[in-house]
């Protein structure tokens, strides 16, 4: 049987299926019958025809997928769906933290590992719920965008990046995450007054760049690597994560995919799940009311937020070795995708899993991945989400407006939730 003659609907791939909703129906049909299964990677506007990939729908192949390294490299095409242009820009990318296996992987990890323990992220935990309660005030916003500040803000606070240039950061985090959607692929907010003499640096290095050039590519991200540069000439924080990269005996293009790696990835995760948390809650009335009612339900709540909306949809690894995954035949240097999104709806795992269930308990969701790769700012999300929603329960919330959902095929992210805001009676204002 050649690797064609098992084929998914190319929706599961198509960018535009996402900016309408997650298919759950489709994926639970595909979990169900063909729950590994080839998926063509048609060309999109400027971005080329891709090879076509293994697409791993059930928990436990996705579990074993992701704890098995040896079998299954995050090295050897990088941990994106689509493939580099050229070789020079793959090897720049394999540099990256989550582009390594062990014992690669684990060296950079154990560099920067120190500012992302429980006991450090309790140390921030008043300022971050200090951040996330300025957040909030009466009348209309956009949760969306409001929500988006904590992990900017937090991410620049751990990283020593001055508070003028924290928009940098968000707008680097959307050319990357955002570059399959329109509103966000050149997305700029920095005013390029109120930056540092650093910011001004990395705006006046900013790249032009040709229709369908890889997001992640060093020639994308010119003006991200020139202020990393200027920030590590800096005088930082010994507590902060540069301190411990200047200190970590990295080479160049480990600092710099370092760099990116808390910048984006650092953020994204947030930004996509705390307005996705808000929409599932506001989606959810009686779970909401059963939250404030219950405010001890929120760990719990959290953790069936992420399972629910899982901010990040899929990984990729590259097979290692001929091997059979889930009675499919998969050759060496096949992609294979893993879609969390289905995991976190497996009913052998979650009983009535498209039930939202505050309480769920246990809750083996893999929003934050599994295995050696598994989330390294976990603690500081969930840190985070407890800051956004502890503050939320304060507030009566109800939509002013449509949302709408970022066009990738890899975040589950929300551009807009418009919500009214006003201060739940009987709480200090």
């Known amino acids: ?29 595909l979990r169900r019958d ?3 299964c080839w998926i063509p990677e048609p060309a999109i506007g400027p971005w080329h025809e891709g090879p076509g990939y293994w697409s791993v729908f059930r928990h436990a192949d996705v579990k074993q997928v992701l704890r098995s390294p040896e079998d299954f490299s995050s090295h050897l095409g990088a941990t994106q769906i689509r493939d580099f242009d050229n070789p020079a820009d793959l090897a720049f990318s394999q540099a990256q933290m989550v582009n390594m296996d062990p014992p690669g992987h684990s060296r ?29 005030a009466q009348g209309e916003c956009d949760f969306a965008e409001m929500a ?10 751990v990283m020593g990046v001055p508070a003028q240039d924290m928009p940098l950061l ?3 985090a959307s050319q990357v995450i955002g570059y ?28 032009k760049l040709e229709p369908g050039t890889h997001p992640r590519s060093r020639a ?22 540069m301190s411990a990269m200047l200190k970590g005996g990295l080479t160049e293009a480990e600092f710099e995919n370092m760099f990116f790696l808390f910048a984006v990835a650092g953020t994204e995760t947030l930004r996509n799940g705390i307005p996705g948390g808000l929409l599932t809650l506001l989606q959810h009335p009686a779970e909401l009311a059963r939250l404030r009612a219950n405010p001890s339900l929120l760990d719990s709540a959290i953790e069936e937020m992420l399972r629910f909306w899982p901010p990040v949809m899929n990984f990729r690894r590259t097979a290692t070795r001929d091997l059979t995954l ?8 096949d992609k294979v995708v893993v879609y969390h999104a289905s995991a976190n709806r497996d009913p052998s795992v979650f009983p009535d899993p498209d039930r939202f269930d505050i309480s769920r308990t246990p809750n083996d969701h893999v929003s934050f991945g599994f295995g050696p790769h598994f989330c390294l700012g976990a603690h500081l999300a969930r840190a985070q989400f407890r800051s956004i929603f502890s503050e939320l329960l304060s507030w009566d919330v109800e939509l002013a407006g449509s949302p709408r959902r970022l066009t990738s095929n890899f975040q589950n992210g929300l551009k807009h939730l418009p919500v009214r805001l006003t201060r739940a009676a009987g709480t200090p204002g």
């Open 1 to 29: 049987m050649t690797v064609h003659e098992v084929e998914a609907p190319v929706e599961v791939f198509l960018p535009a299926t996402y900016a309408a909703a997650v298919p759950y129906d489709l994926l639970a049909r």
């Open 34 to 36: 063909t729950p590994v």
């Open 108 to 136: 950079l990890r154990k560099i920067v590992a120190a500012a992302f323990t429980p006991r450090a992220v309790r140390a921030l935990e008043r300022t971050i719920a200090e951040r996330a309660a300025a957040l909030f």
């Open 148 to 157: 988006a500040d904590l992990p900017v803000w937090t991410l620049a606070h």
């Open 170 to 172: 968000y707008d680097w």
């Open 180 to 207: 399959q959607d329109v509103d966000y692929a050149e997305l700029s907010t920095a005013d390029v007054e109120s930056l540092t003499p650093m910011g001004r640096l990395a705006i006046a290095a900013r790249p």
């Open 220 to 241: 994308a991200l010119t003006d991200m690597f020139a202020y990393a540069h200027a920030l590590a000439e800096t005088p930082v924080d010994d507590e902060s994560v």
């Open 326 to 333: 889930g009675d499919r035949r998969i050759r060496v240097g």
